[in-house]
């Protein structure tokens, strides 16, 4: 049983100013140059508490998670953040131009609690393998502030859209929150608080599997700091977003591979080793790469078709992975998880132009993952590679804060 619950979150009040200059992008996709930004914006900026400066200083008693929860307390005595009146579940609508296209799109779900359980009992799902680094900074924030900050991103199926047209119905009323993110993402956030409307949600999603799209380390970690604090109430519970995986707004981008830091890189080598198990062809046009099937290559400025001899029906980024890196180039699984001469780049053309000005000695370009190619290997218990999906845009942090 997926048993989701409405929650009394903390959220910014009109002390804090802009909803714009306080929330942010998920802690892994903030770099150091928009984590000065968000400090500059405001003194109330979430980056302080989920992504602090760190000290030379910093010891035992006075570090980065110390001051996290520090910022925490005194923002929530300051009434900067207040807790909600009552148990709700919350509408959270994103609308969005899909990057290298002309398209626009609106992505439905709704943030409320949802189970923190071992992947063995079948009810949350994984698709990617997790690192050890991430889930240990993570469990310190966690264990200082006893807060989770962003949600966490799950996917349910429903064909027939029924919860989507439950969203819809509160969206046609004034948004309790409105911010644009630094990508031209629009968020907008309504409260639901009618019990019926709750419940019937609830109804809904109880026979419903879940599926992490992004957050796999902070779930387990949750799971972790549930193992640490058993009989600490709401521990078995985290915030969530649950979006529908048959909605026609949930879009996943290729991630693309870029190779560099190799010695003794040659062109005709490599393309020779690759033979072995790859039909390789040099293409004339950036469309012949997008109609045809297979991975592609870009070796300076020529760009290459590689479609796998054996292996069909593996995902193109298992056999990416597990041949051209590992036997071909010797990029072994320890290199790829230290990305040790590997950078992953969102946006084809970006991609190219890394190989064609020699930042990258080549750049592997790869066709989306689907959905149904994401559920079946999650549902069958197996886990892709890492950074195999890239759902577009990311939740923003800060909208909705769960304090145990």
């Given amino acids: 049983?997926?048993?989701?619950?409405?929650?009394?979150?903390?959220?910014?009040?009109?002390?804090?100013?802009?909803?714009?200059?306080?929330?942010?992008?998920?802690?892994?996709?903030?770099?150091?140059?928009?984590?000065a930004r968000y400090q500059s914006l405001s003194p109330y900026n979430l980056v302080r508490v989920i992504l602090g400066d760190r000290k030379p200083?910093?010891?035992?008693?006075?570090?980065?998670?110390?001051?996290?929860?520090?910022?925490?307390?005194?923002?929530?005595?300051?009434?900067?953040?207040?807790?909600?009146?009552?148990?709700?579940?919350?509408?959270?609508?994103?609308e969005f131009k899909l990057p290298d296209s002309d398209e626009r799109l609106v992505r439905k779900g709704f943030i409320g609690l949802g189970p923190v359980e071992p992947y063995s009992e079948r009810i949350v799902h994984r698709h990617e393998q997790t690192l050890t680094g991430p889930k240990k900074d993570r469990l310190e924030l966690l264990r200082h502030t006893h807060a989770h900050f962003g949600q966490l991103f799950m996917l349910y199926p429903d064909r027939a859209?029924?919860?989507?047209?439950?969203?819809?119905?509160v969206a046609q009323a004034t948004p309790?929150?409105?911010?644009?993110?630094?990508?031209?993402?629009?968020?907008?956030?309504?409260?639901?608080?009618?019990?019926?409307?709750?419940?019937?949600?609830?109804?809904?999603?109880?026979?419903?599997?879940?599926?992490?799209?992004?957050?796999?380390h902070r779930y387990e970690t949750a799971l972790a700091f549930r193992g640490e604090n058993p009989r600490l109430p709401g521990v078995d519970k985290v915030m969530m977003t649950f979006v529908n995986m048959y909605a026609p707004g949930l879009k996943i981008l290729a991630t693309h591979r870029l190779v560099s830091g190799l010695r003794n890189f040659q062109r005709d080598e490599f393309l020779l080793r690759a033979a072995e198990d790859f039909e390789v062809e040099k293409l004339t046009s950036l469309e012949e790469l997008k109609s045809r099937e297979g991975i592609g290559a870009a070796i300076g400025s020529d760009v290459y078709m590689l479609r796998p001899k054996a292996g069909a029906g593996m995902l193109d980024v298992k056999v990416l992975h597990e041949i051209l890196l590992a036997k071909t180039l010797g990029i072994g699984e320890e290199a790829v998880r230290e990305e040790h001469h590997l950078r992953y780049m969102r946006g084809l053309d970006a991609a190219i132009d890394e190989a064609r000005k020699g930042a990258a000695q080549i750049a592997f370009l790869l066709k989306p993952t689907t959905i149904e190619q994401v559920a079946d290997i999650s549902f069958a218990?197996?886990?892709m590679p890492q950074k195999s999906t890239d759902f577009y845009p990311k939740l923003l942090s800060g909208l909705t804060i769960y304090k145990l």
């Fill in 57 to 94: 200083s910093d010891d035992g008693t006075e570090n980065v998670y110390t001051r996290a929860d520090a910022y925490l307390r005194d923002w929530i005595a300051r009434g900067v953040l207040e807790k909600e009146a009552e148990p709700s579940l919350y509408a959270y609508f994103q």
């Fill in 1 to 35: 049983m997926a048993n989701i619950y409405p929650f009394q979150p903390y959220r910014y009040t009109l002390k804090a100013g802009s909803l714009s200059d306080v929330v942010t992008q998920p802690y892994d996709k903030i770099t150091p140059a928009m984590q």
């Fill in 176 to 216: 309790d929150g409105v911010t644009l993110d630094e990508y031209g993402a629009l968020h907008r956030l309504w409260r639901i608080s009618d019990a019926a409307r709750i419940a019937r949600i609830q109804e809904l999603m109880a026979d419903k599997k879940l599926l992490i799209a992004d957050g796999h």
């Fill in 381 to 383: 218990g197996g886990v």
């Fill in 161 to 169: 859209g029924e919860i989507d047209s439950l969203l819809d119905e």
